[in-house]
């Protein structure tokens, strides 16, 4: 069962009784924002997120009936590491978005072996730009350390990634705690997106929200940038 409230004006949060109701919502919420754009425009973009949380949105989205070769997906952001490595989020998104009806979908990485992370970050900026933007969908998820995509908190990048006036689609960024260099969508790419949704899980998580929903520094908690400057209600999915 799916409940909705409106958090304040710029938050709506849609809870779930279970991470498996989440991920079949969550892939109806998505597939309908894309066939709404393919309707209007002929094509549609989605950025999403790694990690262990959106597996099952993914494996549920990928069945979702839409016009998959009109959609070109591509990464919030992703580890300086080769597709076929284990902690790659082009493989996450190759082993459980990318197949079934999504298979037809057109995907823009962001890692290349194109030199060090400066030239790939320039590469992936490019690539991004290239796309019919701004993003109809992005799909974020949040660390318990108050990070989204990869914005972290002291990352070496971190002002300027999370700047509202970046001129760079993508940028590289390292921090403590981050593992491999990242590569990264600036705030500006995600903020304008015509639908965001925040995708946390667990009541640890749902604590980090309630606290990075208050008053405090952005640079604290870098998923209060996207709260904070989203042009368009950022959606919560959450289920215990």
Not at 19 to 37: F, I, Q, S, Y
Request: glycine letters at 8%; hydrophobic letters at 45%; proline letters at 6%.
């Amino acid at each position: 069962m799916k409940q909705t409230e409106m958090v304040d004006n710029n938050i709506r949060q849609s809870t779930f009784e279970s991470g498996a109701e989440l991920a079949e919502g969550l892939a109806d919420a998505v597939a309908g924002a894309l066939t709404v754009a393919i309707a209007a425009r002929g094509t549609a973009t989605l950025a999403v997120s790694g990690g262990n949380t959106p597996k099952g949105f993914f494996a549920a989205l990928s069945r979702r009936a839409t016009s998959w070769d009109k959609v070109t997906v591509t990464l919030v952001d992703e580890r300086m590491v080769p597709p076929a490595h284990e902690r790659s989020n082009h493989r996450l998104a190759s082993l459980y978005l990318l197949q079934n009806r999504a298979a037809e979908a057109g995907f823009v990485p962001l890692y290349s072996a194109s030199g060090d992370a400066e030239a790939v970050a320039e590469a992936a900026s490019d690539k991004i730009d290239a796309l019919a933007l701004p993003f109809d969908v992005v799909v974020l998820g949040m660390g318990t350390d108050g990070h989204t995509a990869s914005f972290f908190p002291g990352g070496s990048t971190l002002g300027a990634v999370t700047d509202p006036a970046c001129r760079q689609s993508v940028m590289t960024i390292e921090a403590p705690g981050a593992g491999e260099p990242r590569l990264t969508l600036t705030l500006p790419r995600i903020v304008e997106a015509g639908m965001i949704v925040l995708h946390i899980e667990g009541d640890e998580k749902k604590t980090v929200l309630a606290k990075a929903l208050g008053a405090g520094p952005e640079a604290e908690m870098p998923v209060r940038s996207v709260l904070r400057h989203a042009r368009k209600p950022v959606e919560i999915y959450w289920a215990p």
